[in-house]
């Protein structure tokens, strides 16, 4: 018989500084309006993607807090957030017919906010 290891599941949050919080409360709040919009906008495929979105924003801040594999989850949340900016300019802007930035609304302003901070964040991390 092979012995296994048992592992802990705990929080790991000793070396976590402050950019470290404020890159998870920017995840919080892009994963709070992504579960939102999503619950709106359920069942269609766009809120499933909204919702599935937001899972993926709340399941990266638990590895972080658990210091599961950090700086991966830093690199891959950089591409990950960064494409949703991208998408969601291309919805509303370019195939939405809505205007930019007069058309943005509260939800789009603070949800691009606290991606642009999440980015940021990240990339420092990372180096």
Do not use: C
Request: without cysteine; aromatic residues 8%.
């Amino acid at each position: 018989m092979g012995t296994a290891e048992s592992r802990n599941i705990s929080l790991s949050i000793d070396s976590m500084g402050g950019l470290h919080w404020l890159g998870i409360i920017a995840a919080l709040v892009t994963a709070v309006v992504h579960l939102l919009l999503g619950i709106r906008l359920a069942p269609s495929s766009l809120g499933i993607s909204f919702l599935l979105a937001g899972l993926g924003f709340l399941g990266a801040v638990v590895l972080v807090l658990l210091d599961y594999r950090r700086r991966t989850v830093y690199a891959i949340g950089i591409p990950f957030t960064a494409v949703q900016i991208v998408i969601w300019y291309g919805l509303n802007f370019v195939a939405g017919g809505k205007s930019f930035p007069a058309d943005m609304g509260t939800l789009g302003v603070v949800d691009k906010l606290a991606q642009v901070v999440l980015i940021g964040v990240l990339v420092v991390l990372l180096r």
